[in-house]
Each structure stands twice: as structure tokens, then as C-alpha cells.
């Protein structure tokens, strides 16, 4: 809204003061109301030399605390990824590669059950150009990307960055935001958003000063975190190996070996400290090396790669086969001689070997462990591996020091005995069922529907149902001992397994399954989204289908849903009944959780479904509006799409970008909720009551 006097307006002396009085309320107005409009994105951008018509064009971005951005390298079916186009290529320079990203985190989004990569704190991307036309003056790029928190934002970015008539590094200026053009949200028309007089050069110099604090700070504490959960299940997974048939019974041996062969105690402990040191060095040699050949980028891609999923189903089906008794991974025997051989010789050396033949010896036992940490390490960068081969080695090598250190504790260990191999057995079952994820992710990418949520819950229900009855003795395999009886912690085991698998059953009926969440293909990613028969979660029946308002169709939980205004405004005064708007984005994980979590409340649902009339718009619905229905913002910002179209609806009208955002009106538009016009990521209590309080006030 741009607001001009003209030159010959004249205003009476008298009522000069009213004006100005009037102009600063409506100024502090229309401030509150915009101060909702959030950027946590702030971008800069430059261009450097590389070689003689070779140049990079870098783009810093500098994201605000606890928020994400995708990368470009996020899977499809998952949040928005990061798009990068350049709309003056042609003729004028080409582009060499893909552009590379600084480093990224990865992890599993159980919403939409793929893993998601994202920028926490920073983003530095680079695209190497090759320029063919000496008389370019610009490059026109331009960013679409989502940025989220509890709440999502689809933003747009557009950059115009000068390139010099001489390639000197020292003249290329970094190009600020206030000399691009502005950062837009999809559809927002610019003057809804107040700017701050501040000049170009402290701009650039507060993004700089951002972006150096970020790369000390917060990397370091963003990344801190996962790294110390891959060490902490790394250590279990270390530990659980301690349990196996192939390590248990060396620790005795290994410990006595070094109490006897040395002069004295403390040259025993010394030997023992050494024999743990190196198997942690070995280890994390391991991690290393994986680091080292593939690379963050590689092992990242390698993640969400459908050929790599499918490939580790295979291989964990055959460790899982394996740990279940059907044959015996090992290395080659001649290599376990060798390093005998070397470990014969004693000193230092020797004992490095004795720790290199234990790796070895043990691999039947370990590698099935091993290989399934350092996958799922390596999703978070080069030094995932490294990290979580030494949280492995350091819960095997303790044991060997501590023993070596108190002798007499190893007359406290248990016997080995056939509960050894029970560990084993234990290990292949779950090895067997985490086989099924990645069975699963491949399935998603592909959009095959092969193994979808119910086939899914069908195939654990038997796995885990098969480990209940091994727990209980029911069952036995090939390298089990005879027994009469099971022990106490057995039978705890077995209960706890048993309860899990019936607690697994209800979601072939349209349960959430929470505690598994991350795990089963999502609940629309199934034979039948609304429950087995129709009997689930929010079900509906093909009678209530028939018969949808025009325009409508049935969406979460079986809720009659609008996705066109106007068609949802008709209906609601045909009905006479409040209206909710729910401003969406098909990519927007935290929407998919309140539909999920809180939609779904008993107390919540009922409302949703005979209470209101429910219109959700997606802002990011890439269909093209017909060329009539297209238009021009004030800002002159083209709106082209039926999500531009939303968006700049939610803009203008709330005063927000956020997604999920959700509005309570009568027909003709008016707000219903007087104290919290909207609402967005919350809880079901507080959706609830102003849900409440909304329909309440509907006349």
C-alpha cells in the first residue's frame, strides 16, 4: 500500500494536529498488524573469478535459531526442496554441475517416511558457471525454498548479481539484499512488509558478522547434539555386541592371557589398557576409511538412494539369516593366521595384532551390528562414522581394561552357555525387522505401493510374534541347546516382545501406532487410509462418500473438506454454519502432525466433522490459474498459481505466512475468535478451546 500526498493537497492549520494523530495510529496499526510477517531466511550474495571465462556465483544464507531450511537434495514425497533456476542462461553463460552445498543434516521424517536434508543455522551454496557472452552485466537467479519451525514458510528469493567487466576477485563487491530486489513469500505483496532505513553497507556487514558467528556457534552446537546420539547407540550397539557367542568367551580368556604372561600386575594392566586402545583405534580407522572414500555428500545421497535401500534390505536379510543360524559369515581363515602369526611376537606390536585378530575373529558377530551403525551415521556427515566407530569400540574395549584392571571380577561373570546364542538369535529377529525399512523406503520413493502401512504391520506382527515364541521356548534353531526350562529374564523379554506385537495389531484397523511412528509407511500410504472395513481411526462409509457437496471431498479422518473458497463459502450459508480455513501446504510436515495428533482427539474430531465448514488451502498447489484468474499484487508480484493465489490471500487478509495457520469466520469473512484471531502449531487443549470459543461466537 504505497501512500502519497499530492503536491497541491492543502490541510486546513486547525486540523493538522488530527491528521498527524491520525497518520501515527494508523502507521503503530498497521505495524502491530505486520509484525507477524516472518523472514528467518536472510540472503547475500556475490561473484568470484575462477579462471578466465570461468566464475562461481555463492549465496550465504544466515537462518535464524531453531529453524531449517531443505536442500535441494531433499527426496520427493517429503517437505518442499530447495529449488535454484536461472533466467538469463541462455546465450549468456552455462552452468557446470549441479550447485554444491555446505554441509547439511539428514534425518527421518515419520510424516512423510522419507529422510529429509536440511540447513540448520547457515547455507553456502556454489555454482560454477562458464560465461559465453563478454558483454553479460548480470545474473538473474532466483531461489524457491521452505523454511519451518513449528510453523512453515514457502519463500522466494531473487537475486541480481552484477559481473565486472574485469575479473579482478578484489572488485567483485558482495551484492547486498538491499541491492537485490526483495526476498518474497510466494504471492505476498511487498508493501505488507515494513522496512527498516538501514544502509547497504551495515547490512552487509551484519549478514557477514552472522555468518562467521553461525560457523563458530551454531554448527557446533546443532551438530554437537547428533553426533552424541550416534555415539550413545553406537555405545549400545558396541555393547550388545559384548553379548554375542563370538566375543563373550574371549573376554576370560584375552585377560588371564595377559595377567600370566606379564612380569608383574601392573605390566598386565598396562598390556590390557593397550589391547583396548587398539581395538578403538582399529575401529575408528574403519569409520575413518568409509569417511574418507565416499564423503559426507556421497554417504548423504547414498541414504535416500532407492538402488542403496534396496541393496541393505538384502544385506541385513542375510546378517539377519545369518544370526538366526542359517550359516556362519566369516573372513578368510588364512587372514586370522597371519595375524596369529604377528601376535605371537609380543611387545606392543603383538598385542596391536591380538586386537586386529579379535576384529576378525568376531566379524560373524560384529559386522551385522557394525555395518547397519556406520550407514546410519554416515546420514549425518563425515564424521558420523568416525564418531560412532568410537562410541562401538569403547563399550567392546572396556570390558577387556576394567577385567584386566580387577581380576577378581571375573569370577562375577556368567558362564558361557546356549543364552549367548539367545543374544544372537535376539539380534537377527530385530535385524530381520529393520530389514523391512528399507524395503519400505525404496517402496515410497518409487510410489510402487508394494509394501504399503498394512503389508508393512503384517510382516512385523510375524516377525515380532515368531521372537515371542523363540523367547518362550517354542520354538528352537539350529544352534540351540536343549533346555527344560527358560530363565526369569527370558520370560520378561518374551512378555515385553509379546506385548509389543499385539500392541502392533490395531494399526491394521487405522491406529496412529505412535510409538512406531517413524517406522511403518504412513496411515495415506495404505490399502485402506480410513481402516481395514471401513471400522477405523475417523472411517467413513461408501454411503457418506456418495453423497459430498458439490466441490467437496473427504480428507483427514474423514472430514468433508473444501479446497476452493468459494465453493466452501456457498456451502457454509447454505448450511448456515461457522467456516474454518486451514491454510496448508502439501510439504509442510508440522500440518501433517496436528492432522495427525490433534485432529484425530476424540474431543476435537466430532467438532471438525458436523461443527464447521472446512476449506484448506494449499499455498504451495503448483496447478497454473486459468490466464483470466491470474494477476498483478500492487507490488506488482505475478500471481499465476493457485498456491501464489492462497498465499497472497493469507497475506493480505492475516498478516502471516506461516503454515498451519487456522482462522474461524461467518460466511461474509468476518473473525470469530475476538482475543486469538489465529492459530497455528499447538497443542489439543489450546486448539480446542479456541475452537471452542470460535463457533461460540457464530451467529
Request: overall charge neutral.
Amino acid at each position: 500500500m504505497n501512500f502519497t500526498l499530492n503536491k497541491q493537497t492543502v490541510i486546513p492549520r486547525n486540523k493538522g494536529i488530527k491528521f498527524l494523530l491520525s497518520l501515527l495510529i494508523f502507521f503503530f496499526a498497521f505495524a502491530d498488524a505486520n509484525a507477524q510477517m516472518i523472514e528467518p531466511v536472510k540472503w547475500t550474495s556475490k561473484i568470484e573469478k575462477k579462471s578466465e571465462n570461468k566464475a562461481v556465483l555463492i549465496f550465504d544464507a544466515v537462518i535464524e535459531k531453531d529453524w531449517h531450511m531443505y536442500s535441494q537434495f531433499t527426496p520427493d514425497g517429503g517437505p518442499l526442496a530447495l529449488e535454484i533456476s536461472f533466467k538469463n542462461q541462455k546465450g549468456n553463460y552455462e552452468l557446470v554441475g549441479k550447485a554444491k552445498e555446505s554441509k547439511t543434516k539428514t534425518a527421518f521424517n515419520d510424516v512423510f517416511g522419507v529422510n529429509e536434508t536440511f540447513f540448520e543455522g547457515k547455507a553456502h551454496i556454489e555454482q560454477e558457471i562458464t560465461i559465453i557472452n563478454p558483454n553479460l552485466k548480470t545474473v538473474e537467479a532466483e531461489f524457491d525454498y521452505q523454511v519451518c519451525k513449528e510453523v512453515c514458510i514457502n519463500s522466494n528469493k531473487k537475486f541480481s548479481i552484477a559481473v565486472p567487466a574485469v575479473f579482478k576477485k578484489e572488485d567483485i563487491p558482495v551484492v547486498s539484499e538491499a541491492k537485490l530486489d526483495e526476498t518474497k513469500v510466494v504471492g505476498l505483496a511487498v508493501d505488507t512488509v515494513s522496512k527498516t532505513a538501514v544502509s547497504e553497507k551495515t547490512e552487509v556487514q551484519k549478514a557477514d558478522n552472522d555468518v562467521a558467528k553461525v560457523k563458530g556457534d551454531l554448527e557446533q552446537s546443532s551438530s554437537s547434539r547428533s553426533l552424541w546420539s550416534i555415539f550413545f547407540f553406537a555405545f549400545l550397539g558396541g555393547f550388545a555386541a559384548l553379548f554375542t557367542p563370538c566375543v563373550f568367551p574371549m573376554i576370560p580368556m584375552t585377560v588371564s592371557f595377559f595377567t600370566k604372561q606379564s612380569k608383574s600386575r601392573a605390566k598386565g594392566i598396562r598390556n590390557a589398557v593397550i589391547y583396548g586402545l587398539s581395538i578403538i583405534g582399529i575401529y575408528v580407522s574403519l569409520g575413518f576409511l568409509v569417511s574418507f572414500i565416499f564423503g559426507a555428500d556421497a554417504l548423504n545421497s547414498l541414504a535416500t538412494n532407492v538402488y542403496f535401500n534396496l541393496g541393505f534390505f538384502v544385506l541385513l536379510i542375510v546378517f539377519a539369516t545369518s544370526f538366526l543360524g542359517g550359516f556362519e559369515i566369516m573372513l578368510p581363515n588364512s587372514w586370522a593366521n597371519k595375524v596369529d602369526q604377528q601376535a605371537d611376537k609380543g611387545g606392543i606390536i603383538g598385542i596391536l595384532f591380538m586386537a586386529l585378530a579379535l576384529a576378525i575373529v568376531s566379524f560373524s558377530c560384529t559386522g551385522p551390528i557394525v555395518g547397519p551403525l556406520l550407514v546410519e551415521a554416515a546420514t549425518n556427515g563425515i564424521s558420523g562414522p568416525i564418531v560412532g566407530m568410537l562410541g562401538f569400540s569403547s563399550a567392546l574395549a572396556l570390558p577387556f581394561m576394567l577385567f584386566a584392571m580387577f581380576p577378581g571380577w571375573l569370577n562375577s561373570l556368567p558362564k558361557s552357555g546356549g543364552w549367548l546364542n539367545t543374544v544372537k538369535v535376539f539380534l537377527g529377529f530385530l535385524e530381520l525387522a529393520f530389514a523391512f525399512k528399507f524395503l519400505s523406503n525404496a517402496d515410497l520413493v518409487l510410489q510402487l505401493h508394494f509394501l504399503e502401512r498394512e503389508v508393512f504391520l503384517v510382516i512385523w506382527i510375524a516377525i515380532f510374534a515368531a521372537l515371542a515364541l523363540y523367547l518362550f521356548g517354542k520354538i528352537t534353531l539350529p544352534h540351540d541347546s536343549p533346555t527344560n526350562h527358560i530363565s526369569v529374564g527370558r520370560l520378561y523379554l518374551g512378555l515385553i516382545t509379546l506385548a509389543f506385537t499385539i500392541y502392533l495389531i490395531p494399526g491394521l484397523w487405522g491406529a496412529p501406532l505412535k510409538l512406531i511412528s517413524a517406522f511403518p509407511p504412513p496411515q495415506q500410504y495404505s490399502e485402506s487410509p480410513f481402516g481395514i472395513g471401513g471400522s477405523g481411526h475417523g472411517a467413513v462409509t461408501a454411503e457418506s462418500a456418495k453423497n459430498l457437496p458439490e466441490g467437496a471431498e473427504l480428507g483427514p479422518h474423514g472430514i468433508v473438506v473444501f479446497h476452493d473458497y468459494e465453493d466452501g463459502v456457498a456451502y457454509a450459508k447454505k448450511v448456515k454454519k461457522p467456516i474454518m480455513l486451514d491454510f496448508t501446504g502439501y510439504a509442510c510436515v508440522n500440518c501433517r502432525k496436528m492432522e495427525s495428533n490433534v485432529w484425530s482427539e476424540a474431543a476435537v474430531l466430532p467438532i471438525l466433522k458436523n461443527d464447521v465448514v472446512l476449506i484448506s488451502l494449499y499455498v504451495d498447489d503448483k496447478r497454473e490459474l486459468p490466464k483470466e484468474k491470474q494477476f498483478v499484487t500492487e507490488a506488482g508480484e505475478k500471481i499465476e498459481t493457485t498456491g501464489d493465489k492462497w498465499t497472497d490471500f493469507m497475506i493480505s487478509k492475516y498478516k502471516t505466512n506461516t503454515q498451519p495457520l487456522y482462522v474461524i469466520t461467518d460466511a461474509e469473512g468476518n473473525n470469530l475468535n475476538s482475543s486469538k484471531p489465529t492459530i497455528s502449531y499447538v497443542g489439543t487443549d489450546e486448539y480446542l478451546k479456541w475452537l471452542k470459543e470460535g463457533i461460540s461466537n457464530f451467529k
